[in-house]
């Protein structure tokens, strides 16, 4: 993930914006920032999917009765 102070600086300028204009530096940082944010949470989750392992129910259950 990103470093803490990325994500401080991305809530930092989401906070202004919302209470007056950013400048154009201030908004094309945020735009790299959010993209960065994005990149690593799409690789994040798609490592979290990749991970989970369907089970079928009767598989389990014929399991259960040998056991």
Do not use: W
């Not at 202004?16 to 790299?32: F, G, R, W, Y």
């Not at 999917?49 to 259960?64: M, N, Q, T, W």
């Amino acid at each position: 993930m990103l470093t803490k102070e990325k994500i401080d600086r991305i809530n930092e300028l989401a906070r202004k914006s919302k209470i007056e204009c950013l400048t154009p530096e201030e908004k094309e940082e945020q735009a790299v920032l959010r993209k960065e944010y994005l990149g690593k949470f799409r690789e994040h989750f798609k490592g979290h999917l990749e991970s989970i392992h369907f089970v079928d129910e009767d598989c389990v259950e014929k399991d259960k009765e040998k056991n």
